[in-house]
């Protein structure tokens, strides 16, 4: 689980260069709308910024879900199985089966669409299901307790702040006044570029977690996680 899967890392430098590519656009928008403020006025000038914004999050999370559960696919079958899955294939299945899900889901998608793919079970059914299987090992504390999330979503953190600091210091030596804006933009690019870049260790730990609730005695694992719901089983006594 400590490394991207083989042959994968082409893919997650498309999708960074992919999200680098919107990005340009969409600051590229931004400036074309706050050029427009003389002519449209300052409330539909916002407007046209909040509705860029919200497209930057919303397709920055697709692309993000989406090389996560692609990544997914590819580390659970090496973990149930020990198959080398092909990285298009897996992508063709996400693209195939699970775009839906991706672009309307949440946090709970990669896992989700993961066992969807697998089963070609429905959105809810598969959560239901899910969560059921990972009760059933007494693998729900485990999952509850675990920092992977919150390790993505400080590394997110810390490059949003490297790119503001970037970003504003170039701004205030070239254009003071846009200095504010140009901090907020250059942050939030910076915060979702590092999640999509992340997401593999996001994908891996949801295999890992799903492969183990579906079959605990398999020879591919070791005692960690039987170790760690043992202790937390103690620490709740």
Not at 7 to 34: D, E, M, P, Q, R
Not at 46 to 56: E, G, K, R
Not at 135 to 161: K, N, Q, Y
């Amino acid at each position: 689980m400590d490394s991207p899967p083989d042959k994968t890392t082409i893919l997650v430098i498309l999708s960074i260069l992919t999200c680098t590519l919107y990005s340009c656009s969409l600051v590229s928008g931004i400036g074309g709308a706050t050029g427009t403020v003389t002519t449209t006025g300052a409330s539909l000038d916002a407007l046209f910024i909040l509705v860029i914004l919200l497209s930057l999050a919303w397709t920055m999370q697709v692309i993000k879900n989406t090389l996560q559960v692609t990544i997914a696919r590819i580390k659970y079958m090496h973990f149930a199985c020990g198959i080398d899955y092909d990285p298009r294939v897996a992508f063709h299945d996400t693209i195939k089966h699970s775009i839906g899900s991706v672009c309307v889901g949440s946090a709970l998608v990669p896992v989700l669409s993961l066992i969807r793919g697998v089963y070609n079970k429905g959105f809810v059914q598969a959560s239901m299901d899910t969560w059921e299987m990972f009760r059933r090992v007494g693998l729900e504390p485990v999952i509850d307790s675990d920092l992977t999330s919150s390790f993505c979503f400080l590394c997110g953190v810390a490059g949003g702040a490297i790119c503001t600091l970037v970003g504003g210091s170039w701004t205030l030596a070239v254009h003071k006044g846009y200095a504010t804006e140009v901090s907020i933009y250059a942050f939030l690019i910076g915060y979702f570029m590092c999640r999509v870049a992340m997401a593999w260790p996001q994908a891996c730990v949801s295999a890992y977690h799903v492969v183990y609730a579906e079959n605990p005695q398999n020879l591919r694992f070791d005692s960690t996680i039987p170790v760690r719901i043992q202790e937390l089983q103690r620490y709740r006594a």
